[in-house]
């Protein structure tokens, strides 16, 4: 199907159930942001091993890739340079490269993180938007890679990313490009025109923090959720309006976990801090924050958990790495894994299955309804460390390393 063709399916399919385009993965945790995979089939039994299907040299950096149609797009950095380019799901050819000069002096407490980029790239209407670890906004023809716009913040903040570089993923939602720029001290929680760049409206509170924001309809209100450096908040969708704050600060300013919105709950943690649940709820005019439950046992500090099987299945950074599970409703700890399973799980789920894509490489496929942690089969899948989330298809898993890309099948 030529590209022109495929852009319009995409903007059809837009139109109907996720279910139908199972296929496509075209943000960070995909299109409901959620980390949920739909349409993938159980599977009664998983392979014993994964066949190597491609594999491409692409660049450092932790962005993971995103999938719409037939194409991968994936952006990193080679060199001073970040590059954005859109690869053929079924070969790994590239179908188009675009790069731009983005030198970056890292904060020395982030060396072994590298120079990104971290924030993953949004897909839409034809469209590939990326956030540069330095905070360079951009806009791309998904069929040409052709730029249509390109933003840089400079002139209007001191900082143009947080201490440790830029890790937001940009959100669409209703015709409004996402994101939060700026830096340590003072930012724009700000709605683009995706078409043109503009502004739309922005929210300058609070500079950004690690994690990405996502919709939700909260005491009658559709708004975005997201950390800023130092609070959780609430902003309007429609105007931008700050809705709800809640303060929250983590030991080197690190709010980096995204919140998980169930039903009218918002589920957040932090490092050292426990995984807690808050009901947003309004009164009159204004708005109050309602704690519900919190859970002591585990906290989040880069993971975020992911709401399969009625369960909210994380991992915590306590005991140097640890699975949890948790009834969302109460916050009660349905099971715990044993300690030392690494500094860091990506994780996704579909199909009755939790994957979880450990930083030493180590892809864990685990049962989320068992009453145990129960690994159902674990596989070796790069020889580098492993920190951006995969795209589960339903016949392999795209995961990137430190240097590579590849497609391994089922």
């Known amino acids: 199907m030529p590209w022109s063709c495929r852009r319009i399916a995409v903007l059809v399919a837009a139109l109907v159930p996720v279910a139908s385009v199972a296929a496509d993965w075209p943000q960070w945790r995909g299109p409901a942001r959620d980390g949920l995979i739909a349409g993938l089939a159980p599977r009664a039994s998983w392979p014993e091993v994964l066949r190597p299907g491609w594999k491409v040299t692409v660049g450092i950096g932790h962005s993971s890739p995103v999938v719409v149609g037939d194409r991968v797009f994936l952006f990193s950095r080679v060199g001073d340079e970040e590059v954005v380019q859109a690869l053929d799901l079924a070969t790994g050819k590239s179908l188009w490269r675009q790069s731009y000069a983005a030198p970056y002096t890292m904060n020395m407490a982030a060396t072994a993180h590298g120079k990104g980029p971290k924030s993953t790239p949004v897909v839409d209407a034809g469209r590939v938007f990326t ?3 330095g905070g360079t906004l951009s ?38 490009l996402i994101a939060h720029v700026g830096g340590s001290g003072g930012g724009s929680f700000t709605a683009f025109d995706p078409a043109t760049g503009s502004a739309l409206w922005a929210w300058k509170g609070d500079g950004p923090g690690y994690s990405s924001p996502v919709v939700a ?7 975005y959720v997201t950390f800023t450096e ?29 919140p998980v919105v169930h039903g009218d709950l918002v589920i957040y943690s932090g490092l050292d801090h426990p995984v807690k649940a808050a009901r947003i709820v309004r009164k009159g005019t204004a708005y109050a924050v309602e704690l519900v439950w919190e859970n002591a046992e585990v906290a989040s500090y880069m993971s975020t958990p992911v709401l399969v099987a009625g369960r909210l299945c994380g991992f915590s950074h306590r005991k140097k790495g640890q699975f949890f599970c948790l009834d969302p409703a109460t916050g009660k700890t349905l099971w715990l894994s044993e300690g030392r399973q690494g500094e860091n799980a990506a994780l996704v789920a579909g199909a009755g299955s939790l994957f979880a894509l450990t930083d030493s490489s180590e892809l864990l496929v685990a049962n989320p309804a068992a009453s145990t942690f129960a690994v159902q089969k674990r596989y070796d899948v790069a020889g580098s460390p492993t920190w951006a989330h995969p795209v ?3 016949d392999g898993v795209l995961v990137k390393d430190a240097l590579t890309l590849a497609l391994l099948k089922f």
């Open 217 to 223: 309809e909260l005491a009658g209100v559709r708004q």
């Open 139 to 176: 806009a791309f023809d998904a069929g040409s890679g052709r730029v249509l716009w390109r933003k840089e913040f400079a002139s209007q903040f001191k900082e143009t990313t947080p201490l440790y570089g830029t890790a937001m993923s940009p959100i669409v939602d209703e015709g409004r």
């Open 392 to 394: 589960v298809l339903p």
């Open 230 to 258: 130092s609070s959780l908040v609430g902003v309007s969708a429609a105007k931008g309006e700050l809705l709800w704050k809640l303060p929250f600060t983590t030991s080197w300013v690190q709010n980096a976990v995204t």
């Open 131 to 133: 956030l540069g670890i």
